[in-house]
């Protein structure tokens, strides 16, 4: 089981909190965080653009990114969004997620300028989608490992077919109940991707997605119990 606490825009470039938070995710369980990168172009219109472009990892961040997370002794990994970021994360990364909306390009069997770069790396890349793996060409690349998701912020339990599951590597999650992630575990699912926050009551634009420390901490100990009684 891998199990991936979700940063994204969750940390406002506090960097003493990151560390924090990363310690604690450490202490949890979780096997990797993972962050995001934009540019301003994909921004422009956000009236949250300033704000989210500080939470971005970019080159100017990254190695400090890297050398927290090498403190902590936990992997980190990004979504990049633009062809260019994958160059500056290619150093530091030993894998790469694509995010559900570039993953419909995979889908229709077709790829992008980002994703023709990110599979020239040759490194293990994670999908997060809805559809079926099974109908793309990219299916046969045992580089690319699929996450069921269900692309909606937040979803409901009774949005997720969770017999979906078993055609997949892993699972996404939307959701804000901890029982999803949960029986996607108990289900099979090698990977766990979680959205993280340290505060439920900030304004981190993730946070109707995300789980607090209590809530991974718990998550993961019933993730554990459950793998001890399948064996």
């Not at 606490?5 to 965080?33: H, P, Q, R, Y």
């Not at 009551?201 to 019933?222: A, H, M, Q, R």
Request: aromatic fraction near 10%.
């Amino acid at each position: 089981m891998f199990i991936v606490a979700e940063i994204g825009v969750n940390w406002d470039v506090d960097f003493k909190l990151l560390e924090d938070f990363l310690l604690n995710l450490k202490k949890s369980g979780c096997d990797a965080v993972k962050f995001q990168a934009y540019n301003m172009d994909m921004l422009k219109d956000h009236p949250l653009k300033e704000r989210l472009i500080k939470s971005a990892i970019t080159e100017s961040n990254v190695k400090e990114i890297d050398e927290i997370s090498k403190k902590i002794g936990i992997e980190w990994f990004c979504t990049p969004m633009y062809p260019e970021a994958v160059a500056f994360l290619e150093p530091f990364v030993k894998r790469y997620k694509i995010r559900e909306s570039d993953g419909r390009v995979l889908m229709k069997n077709t790829t992008s300028p980002l994703i023709d770069r990110i599979l020239e790396t040759e490194k293990e890349v994670i999908v997060s989608t809805n559809e079926n793996p099974i109908k793309t060409e990219f299916y046969k690349n045992k580089k690319i490992k699929w996450l069921y998701c269900i692309p909606k912020y937040p979803c409901s339990l009774e949005e997720i077919d969770f017999k979906e599951i078993k055609k997949f590597d892993g699972y996404s999650n939307h959701c804000d109940d901890i029982i999803a992630p949960l029986t996607a575990a108990i289900l099979g699912a090698d990977i766990i991707e979680i959205h993280a926050t340290t505060d439920k009551n900030k304004d981190y634009i993730d946070n109707p997605v995300s789980f607090d420390l209590n809530e991974i901490e718990e998550l993961i100990k019933l993730i554990k119990a459950s793998e001890k009684i399948e064996k």
